[in-house]
Nanobody, 115 residues
């Protein structure tokens, strides 16, 4: 199973960006899908998750600005990030957890927010 994250880039503070994660093979289903980020010099941290049933969970820093969603038909999930701040800069990793507990990680996509 491979996860492919995309959508990162360089934006200015206040702008928006949408990250997407695709699964190969796309017939594989997960219990939980999410996004984590790793800022320079810091540990990887949770940004947002969504369950197969649609329940979402956000880090405090993302709660009011980010939206995680999934497309079950395409087996993809996305992270819409609004009002980006320089402190949102980092490598964003998509993540998923299978029903039996195995965790999968994508390769990461870099988001840089300039002030």
């Amino acid at each position: 199973v491979q996860l492919q994250a995309s959508g990162g880039g360089l934006v200015q503070a206040g702008e928006s960006l949408t990250l997407s994660c695709a699964v190969s093979p796309n017939t594989f289903r997960f219990s939980i899908m999410g996004w984590y980020r790793q800022a320079p010099g810091k540990q990887r941290e949770l940004v947002a998750t969504i369950t197969n049933g649609g329940r979402t969970n956000y880090a405090d820093s993302a709660e009011a600005r980010f939206t995680i969603s999934k497309d079950s038909a395409k087996n993809t999930w996305s992270l819409r990030m609004n009002s980006l701040k320089p402190e949102d800069t980092g490598v964003y990793y998509c993540n998923s957890v299978a029903s039996w507990g195995t965790t999968y990680w994508g390769q990461g996509t870099l988001v840089t927010v300039s002030s």
